[in-house]
């Protein structure tokens, strides 16, 4: 069985055909639905997931998003622009089965994010926390139905971005003066809104941090299929939790390419640290290639158009040295 590769999120650029053709050339097994910051406020992942949010809405402040009562013009914004990467989506896939991967931010990175109006972040406040978990919820369900009505071959897999969520558990979420943090949400609170969201999609459903200390074993607890991160910042200190997630059937979505310009190393020297992770765990070598999938470290919006197109390629190629030699 050969490692799948597939993005992450984000493309440079505001061409939406041009990103769907990228995404779907780069990946023809395992293609994305790019997402392009470029373009401005509501392109952005904070943005476009507040765009999705059912009888809740945002606009942008200096500050960044705060919660509005109606929705307005960055409302409209998110949408349409959602609306454009859908149809050259739909347009690259006639015909395509296989998987295919959609994005939105996760409850709790979401509430780290958007400001209430006073301008403190939703996180401080349980009550709207639960709203906001909610009306995510109601607007992944309606996102995926549109999603599966365009492309009806695809088995749909949804990553939840949640580069916020460790910050969360950990009590370092800045309050709006920067003077202070905000508690640290209980463990329990946290896995039990992550588990309801999950759902709301009976398909594969990943996480993704390129955070340090990714909370594997909370991720998979609250049932999560796969966890997606970035390698490099992985340390001896997970290594208990990622072989737990491993033998547990978690699929490791491993950031072994960087994100940004740089020279590309040889594909099977990018893998060369998950075969030494494998070797470390005392996993057999022949589970690499159905439990890792290869990606880039993070989005690719900070990157040349030349070079997304090169570290997506490149992912392609190392996890077809993983599956050729894991070893």
Not at 119 to 147: N, P, W
Request: glycine share 12%; aromatic share 6%; hydrophobic share 40%.
């Amino acid at each position: 069985m050969s490692a799948g590769a597939t993005g992450v999120g984000s493309l440079p650029g505001g061409d939406a055909r041009e990103a769907a053709k990228t995404a779907t050339g780069s990946f023809e097994d395992f293609p994305y639905l790019p997402e392009l910051p470029a373009r401005g406020p509501g392109a952005d992942m904070i943005g476009r997931s507040t765009g999705m949010l059912v009888d809740m809405y945002a606009h942008v402040e200096p500050s960044g998003w705060r919660i509005s009562d109606r929705p307005g013009r960055d409302t409209r914004r998110a949408r349409s622009w959602l609306g454009e990467d859908l149809d050259a989506l739909e347009e690259f896939t006639q015909g395509y089965t296989g998987r295919l991967k959609v994005q939105a931010v996760g409850p709790w990175t979401l509430a780290a994010a958007l400001e209430l109006h006073g301008g403190e972040a939703m996180l401080q406040d349980a009550g709207a926390c639960r709203d906001l978990a909610g009306s995510l919820a109601e607007g992944l369900r309606e996102h995926l139905a549109d999603v599966r009505r365009r492309i009806p071959g695809a088995e749909i897999v949804l990553q939840l971005d949640e580069p916020s969520l460790t910050a969360v558990l950990l009590g370092r979420v800045r309050s709006a003066s920067g003077y202070r943090t905000y508690r640290a949400v209980d463990r329990q609170v946290v896995e039990g809104a992550l588990r309801d969201l999950f759902a709301v999609h009976d398909g594969e459903v990943i996480v993704h941090s390129c955070a340090p200390e990714v909370p594997f074993g909370l991720l998979r607890r609250a049932g999560a299929t796969g966890v997606s991160f970035d390698f490099s910042l992985l340390t001896e200190r997970e290594n208990d939790a990622v072989g737990e997630a491993v033998e547990g059937g978690t699929k490791l979505f491993a950031g072994v390419v960087p994100g940004t310009d740089g020279p590309l190393s040889d594909p099977g020297g990018s893998v060369m640290g998950v075969r030494k992770l494998w070797r470390r765990l005392g996993l057999a070598p022949g589970t690499l290639a159905e439990s890792v999938v290869v990606t880039p470290s993070c989005g690719l919006a900070g990157a040349s158009p030349a070079y997304a197109r090169a570290a997506q390629a490149h992912c392609v190629r190392a996890a077809r040295s993983l599956a050729d030699n894991p070893e």
